[in-house]
Every structure is written in C-alpha cells, then in structure tokens.
C-alpha cells in the first residue's frame, strides 16, 4: 500500500476500532483482542509511513477546506513520525498492561474505557499527521474530549473533581490562549501549513511575535508549563493504564510536540530567534523544570510525585525547544522519545504496587523490592532514565540538550539541568534504596509480584529504555534532519 | 410555477391555517402542518437556488410595480434565512406531534398548529419581503401567533410571560411603525430599494434621524438585545417545547435580519456607522448582554432558562459582528444567524424530550441521563460543544469567522469578551453534562425518549456536525450575502 | 332586559337594518367609505345589539360558534383563494387583472371577492371575541 494510504489508515484504525470495540462490549475476549490487533495494525500502518518518509516518497493528503485557503490535511516529518511511533508503539504494549490491571482491580465500564482510549489515540495521530495549524487544533481537542471519561473513570467525587481541573484548564487555556493564537497567525500569514522556516516571517511586528509565542506557550497547556500545569496532577485520579499511556505519553507528549512544531514550522527557529524576549519562554521552562522537581520532593502519593516529575521533564523538552541552539532541538526531540519510555515504565510500576499490594504512598515502599523485584528493578531503570545516567536513555537526550546549552552559551539551561538531576536524584534515589534495603513495616496485604500481563509489559518498556541507550541512531538519525543534518 | 416560488412560502401556511384550525382532533392538523412546512422548504431551497444563479429575485406582488406596489425581494441573505426558517419549522413538526400532545392537550392542537403556522409564515414573510409596512404586518403576525403560542404552555406562568412579551412586543412594533411612518412622511414611499435611493438626499434631516432610532429601537426589542431581552427568558422557558424550540432558533434571527437590512440596505453603511453612533451604541450593549447573559445562565436551576440566557448572550455575538461594519463582520454575523439556529433548535429540542419523559427540565431532572436517556443526553453534549464553539461543529465556524473579523479590525477587547463568552459556556454546558454524567437517575428505570422526538433532534445535531465540517454552503452564501449588503443599495 | 318592551321592540325593528347598511358599506367600499373591515364590524354589532338585549344564550343559538370559526377561516381562505385564482390564471398572485375579461372588470371582481372575505372574517372574529369575554361569569340563564 501506498504511504498515504498508509496514512489515511492510521487515522481510521483506531476509529473503526473504537466502534468494534463498543459493539463487543459484552465479551471481554473479544474485546481485548480487537483492542490488541488494532494496536498492532496502527503501528505496522505507522512503520509503514515511516520507510515512506525515509524513502523520500511525497506523502500529503488533503481531506477538506473548513475555512478558505486551511482544511484539514495530513502529512508527515521526523518529528511527527517520532511521535506517531512512540504513540502507537507503547499503546501495544500499554493494551497488554491494561488488560491485566483492569481485569486484577476488577474494574467497572471496561467497555467504555477502551473505546475511549481507542479514541484518544485516534487523536494523538490526528495531531502528529497534521499538516496545518487548523488540523492539529481539531485532534487536539478531540484529545482533550476523548481522555475525559478516562480521567473521571472511577465515577467518584474526586474523579469528578479531578475531571473538573482537567477540562477545565485544557479547554480554557485552548480556548481562550491557543484559539486566538491561531486565528491571529492565519489572520497575518493567510495559511496555517506547517512550513519548514515558518509561515511568519516579515508578517508579523516584533512585539506582537513575543505575545504571540507566549499564547502558544500558555495555549497549548498539555505542555504543561506553569501555571497551567495543574490538570496533570488532578489527571492522576484516572486508572494507571490511563496514566501511563496518556498523560506520560500521548496528551503531554501531544502537547510538547505542537510547541515544538508550532516553533519549527510557523516561527521558524531563525526567525524566533530574532523575536525580542524570546528568552522569556527559556526561563518560564526552566523555572518550571526547578518548581515540579521541589514540588515532587515532598509528594508522598507515588502517582502524584511521577506526574510532577512528568512535569519537570516536560520542561526540558519545551525548554530546549525554545532554546533555539541546533543540539537543543535534537535534543528536545530525542527527549519525547526517551521519557516516554521511562516514564511509562515508572507508571507501569506504580499500577503495578497498586494492584499487586493496594499501596499508594512511597512511604509504604519499604522492602518491596523483595516481593516485586522485577516490578523494582524496572522502576530503578525508570528512574535513572529520569536522573539522566547512563545506560539509560535519559541519558542520550541530556547529553544533547547540555551539548545545545554550550552552542550557544546558554547558562541558565545548564544550571537548571545540573540542578534538575540533583533534585530528580533527591526524590527518586531514596524509593529504590528503601525499596531493596529497607526492612517491610508497612503491609497491607501478602502478596508477590503483580498479575503476569503487567509486569511483561513494564519489562518490555524498562528493557526499551536501556536498549535506546545503545540503539539510538536510526532515532537519531531522523531528528538531525529538524535541523538540517548533524550540526 | 417556478417563478412563484417567494410567494409559495408564505400561501402554503397561509390556506392551511384556516384549514387547520378547523379541524378536530390532534393528528389531522398535525399531518396538514407537517405537509406544508415540508412544502415551504422545498419552495425556499429552490428558492436560494434560484438566487444562486441570478443574484436577487423579485416579485411583485398583485401585479403592481414597486413603489406603488408591494414587492417581495430574495436575495442571499434572506433566502439563506428562509430555508433556516422552514427547515426548522420541517423538523419541529414531525417533532410536535407527541411533545405537544402532551404539554397542550388534543384539543387546543387545531388552534396550536394553527397559530404555528401562522408563525412560521409571519416570519417567513418579514424576511421575504421588499416592501417596509409589509415587514410591520408580517411582524404583527407572527408576535401574535407568538402570544397565542406561549400562552398554551402547562405551567401558569406562560400567561403572565405571554402578556408580558404581548405588552413589550407591541411597544417593539409600535417604535417600528413610527419610525416607518416617520420616513414615510419624508421619503413618500415604503419600498426599501426606493427608500435606499431617496434617504442619502436627506439624510440630515432630524426626522430621518428620529426616524432611524425609532427602528433601531424597535427591532433590538424584537431581536432581544440587552437590556430589552427581559421578555426572551420568560417567554422561552414557559412556552411548549416545540414553540421555544422554533421560536429560539428563529424568531429573534429574523428581527436580526431586518436590522440588518435597515443598516445595510436602506440607510447604507456609511449613514449607519458614521451619520449615526449605531457602533458606539451596539458593541457596549452586546458586550455587557453577552457577559451577563453568560454569567446569569450559570446559576439557573431551570436549564430552559439557562439556554434562554444563553440566546441572550449568542444574539450578543450576533450584534458585535453587525457593528463592526466590515463584510467579515457581517458574514461572521450573517454565519452565526444560521448556526446559532441550529444549535439552539436542537437543544431546545432536546430539553423537549427531557420534559417528555422526565416532567420537568431542571437540573435535578437531568441527573444521571447519560444512563436512562442516553440519546437525548448525548444530543445535549454535541448541541452544547457546538455552543461553546469546539472544533468540527457550527459553533467554531462562527466563533472562527467572528474572532477573524475583530482580529482584522484590531480590537483586541472584542476578542478577548468573545472568548470570555466560550469559557462562560463551558461553565454552563458544564453543569449539565457533569449532572448527566455522575448524577443519580431520580427513577432509573431506562426510558429513553421516543423515535419521532429523537429522529428530529438528531437531524439537527447531524447539521451541527455536517456544518462545522463541509462549510461551503453557508460560509460562501454568507459571504455572497455581505458582499451584496455592503455594497448598499439596491439593484435593480 | 326583560321589562325593557321599548328597548326590544325597536332593536329587533333596527337590527335588519343595521345588517343591510353593513352589506352597503361592504360592497361599496370601491365607491365611497367602506370596504371589508368596517362592514364586518357593523355587521358584527347587529349581534352585540340582540346579545345586549337577549342574552348571550340567545345570540349563540342564532350565531354558534363552530358556525363563526368556519365564516373566519372562510373569510381568510376566500381572501387567499382569489390570490391563488390569480395564480392559476397565469400572472403573479393577487394580480387581479387576470380576474375579469379585460383589467378593470378583473380588478373589480378581485377587490370585490377579496373585501368580502375580510369583512366575513371580522364579522366573525368580533363576534368571537365579543362571545369569549362577554360569556365569561355567565350564570344559568340569561344576562339582565
């Protein structure tokens, strides 16, 4: 088949298979494998359009004009590919890890949690194929909608409550930041096509292009800089497939993935370059990057202290991004990639305790390690990935995000990182060590490892971190053409 | 009988309401309505394609030419609002039958029916019209047909929002009638294309001047601006359903459509926005309309009432697009007319079902809905993202083409008070999506609404979506229609 | 208004003729001061006059009101139909030129028809009104 074909596909896979899923309701079996075959048939349909764009076939559909001279349009690039990829990829392996928590915590509307996380990927692909500004805004609040029902799940008043922060936050900040942000672009630039270079260039004044960055900065809130960071944590209220899956890999990487294409293909990194105060955006980053890290030091609840570090780590993408220096870029790129894996691995973990022990807090994590040591070890490689040390992949984006700090002298990133690793050490360190060489005072019920199905999985995702540490290249590769080749 | 047509829409109406309120029974009259709305639409949908390939249609009435005569004059605009007018009245229809059956009774139905064609040809005839007494009489008819209609609702107080919005109504009309008969007096004509070619003459006459205010007043009446909306919110939310669900979508937008056809056509926009302060006193109105309109439907317990502020707010964005007085602020506005139609025909509608099953259309009566009514609920959300203005509804296409033209004209405020506008909403659509969602069914036993109510509401919703995606239908005839306004003046 | 012999002597004398100088005014509106809607009203205020002296009981036997709504609608509906005639002969609606063998006599016809049906439809919904307010705290029996 065609790459476009291919790419078409990869939009109606998970629709179609969010219907067949609703239909099948009344047979889990059924139900499980439809999920599962979809899942692999979106990433074999998105390996597919991955040798296309290697291949240098020209791959662009467009479907419609909404509004004249924008409609919705799909086409593909390093960038997105990487995210299409890791997307689909970990929604295979998330699928396998779902089955097995939902099925031990015997949990209610099964159902209707896998449609709409059939319908939530159907939205992440929407935004990483889209080919214009109008495109991305669509999937990105069919994004929002879909993960919805996912966050208040469990049907309880914090669920409730959470949902509320969530949507609240997502659509405000879209609507009142992001929507205008993009109206004003199409109202200066006459089109919203991601053009490698930017489309605002000689159209836009100066002052004018700073408020703008920053609309985008606060628009696109599943970045989640601060202060519109707070629907992450309030997200944590939804099951652990959930969380995983969505808010350490498709909804935040979705958001630091339009921040990052809205610089390289509306601004251009040129251009952006010469916008005065630009820098602003660095130091917003970069302070959140300083602020979820404290913030995650005196969380005690394990999932709230990943998604504050999910929030840190966000930062040095957006951060990097927004530094503007060559390495920065790949690095920032590379970065979706390596902490989506970690970070899965780290939640998988923590769903993982959940089931097999019903402990929540890391202050009940004493000695775990002993009854869950392949449940640990994966948490340890998870959390080295997120320190940053070798052979992880955290590893491979700090070197070049540092690498990009020293392009252009940029201090202010480097004393953030070195400072970030210090405080992700702080917290982190101090779970594994208690985990293996502390005595168990806290047990809540006899238990071993978790159900089969979750812990393949975490092994699946822990051993991809350590694996993108040797195997890199072809990942890198294709990011080094962001910015034109290896600089 | 082609060349027939403008007139076909208001007679079909016009023999069958005799008819029908002659007849016994609820479902004969019924059929006969539905029949003939049905009729209608097919008369204005060939109608606007009539207008497609020739521009402006005109018909003269009795023979006589205009000016002596009355003429009906088609173009973009109003037969963009005539198949809005009629399409809605073809899907209230079908959707009457059970919803009226049970708020009105069998055996008021005749006059019920009767008096909502009535409606829908009064309504159908002000905005056909060329000639500026007809639109008075056309408008007597259909607030009258409106009183009736309001005034049939189950609880008490329709009577008391009928007479209210009777008194305030007339008042409406009253301004209107002066400020016509005003130009009468100076003009000697009451055709709008020969007003348009006589008043730049003497356009700084203060009778021409009074004359413009009087009009101006009487139509925001009609068309609900802030502050002289204190009848919308009653009469909506005590009227039948299937009443508020025509009138919500219908009758305001057409006071809309002459207002505009008052600035546009016959005062001209160089008369309105710079002889005359319309700007500086439209935008605060709408401003504080929408955000307070916004604001109060957050905390109503009565989600009827909730969307009839709601209206309030909406007509808000209509207005701000009116006086910008730009051709994308007029296709924003021209767009929004439309879209607006359809979301609140379909939420209304909606609401209709609620009431239907459920008795009551608070919020306590939309708890838990997502489970025992889950079509209906599920109705609402569509209807209600397309409110708030999310991506592949109706709503983001005006709130896109509205935030563009105020983008254009650089008034960053009206920019932000739009966006204001959508969070507001979101806090309102909120409330009852959450009380669908996680609220506990009073009786739980599932009772979805009935085929012949569902089947109307969702051919709505389904427009709401066709309408957000394939936009070249309305988007190029709301633009052909700007153009055609701003061009000022008329062509013959 | 039962002891009042004068009073309903003389009315039952004038009512024909109030009804008669109602047809006059109606059918010569095209000639002098006239037309539809005033000869409906006094026509309708021939039946206010036997209402007033005897009773609203009385009156309706005389005028029902199934018989009033379908002199209403008829009125409106013979209004229209000359519309429609008018269509279905070949020109616009309402044109009554095409009414008549030549235009004047065509439009004679047509004004004629057309102000017929408005004055039944005024006598009638006068008369309607006049009956909804006037039967309203009606007791059993006649009104004195």
Known sequence: MTANTALILTLLTPLLGAVLIGLTGRWPNLRETITMVTALSLFALVIRVLIGLNAGEDIGVELFEVMSGVGIAFNTEPLSILFAMIASGLWVVTSVYAFGYMRGTNEINQTRFYVCFALALFGAMGVAFSANLLTLFIFYEVLTISTYPLVTHKGDAKAKAGGRTYLGILMTTSIVFLLPAIIWVYAVAGTLDFVPGGILEGNLAAGSATILLLLFLFGVAKAAVMPVHKWLPAAMVAPTPVSALLHAVAVVKAGVFTLTKVVIYIFGTDYLASVPYESIAVYMAGFTVIAASCIALRQTNIKRLLAYSTIGQLSYIVMATMALAPFSEIGAAIHIAAHAFGKITLFFTAGAIYVASKKTEVTQLNGIGWRMPYTMAAFAIGALSMIGVPPTAGFVSKWFIIAGAFQLDNYFVLVVLILSTALNAAYFLPIIFNAF??????????????????????????????????????????????????? | MLMHLPVLVVLAPLLAAPIVALMRGATWPWLLSTLVSWFALLCAVLLLIQVQAEGVIIYTMGGWEAPWGIEYRIDFANALLLVLITGLASVVMPYARLSVEQEVGAERSPMFYAALLLLSLGLCGMTATGDAFNVFVFLEISSLATYTLIAMGRDRRALTASFSYLVMGTIGGTFYLIGIGLLYVMTGTLNMADLAERLPAISDSSTVRTGFAFIVTGICLKLALFPLHLWLPNAYTYSPSAVTALLGATATKVAVYILIRFVFTIFGPEYSFGAEPLAEVLIPLAVIGLLSASTVSIGQPNIKRMLAYSSVAQIGYIVLGIAMGTAMGLTAALLH?????????????????????????????????????????????????????????????????????????????????????????????????????????????????????????????????????????TVDIAEAAAAQLMAGGVVR | MNDHMILRVVGKFLIPYIMLFALYVQFHGDF???????????????????????GVRATQKIAPEWILRIVASGGVLLYAGVGVASLLLGANYLDYNVLGAYPVAGQHLGIILVEFGVGLTVTAVIMLMFFAFAARGEPEGDAS
């Open chain 1, 437 to 487: 060489f502390k005595p168990e005072d806290v047990k809540l019920k006899d238990h071993g490892e978790a159900p089969p199905s979750m812990v393949i999985a975490l092994c699946v995702t822990a051993s991809l971190t350590l694996l993108f540490f040797f195997f890199n290249g072809p990942v890198l590769d294709l990011e080094t053409q962001l910015v034109g080749g290896m600089p």
């Open chain 2, 337 to 473: 007319v439309f879209n607006h139609g359809l979301m609140k025909g379909a939420l209304f509608m909606t609401l209709g079902a609620v009431m239907y099953r459920m008795g009551g259309t608070n919020l306590s009566d939309m708890q838990g809905l997502a489970k025992t009514m889950p079509l209906t609920f599920w109705a609402f959300v569509i209807g209600g993202l397309s409110l708030i203005g999310v991506p592949l509804t109706v709503g983001f296409v005006s709130k896109w083409h509205l935030i563009l033209a105020a983008i254009e004209l650089g008034w960053w405020p009206v920019v932000i008070v739009i966006l204001a506008g959508s969070m507001l909403a979101v806090v309102y659509v909120g409330r009852v999506v959450e009380a669908g969602f996680f609220g506990e069914a009073r009786d739980p036993t599932r009772r979805e609404a009935p085929a012949s109510l569902l089947i109307p509401v969702w051919i709505l919703i389904f427009a709401n979506i066709y309408f957000g995606i394939d936009t070249r239908l």
């Open chain 3, 32 to 54: 002098g001061p006239g037309g539809g809607f005033q000869a409906g009203v006094i026509f309708a205020s021939a039946f206010v006059i036997h209402t007033l002296l005897f």
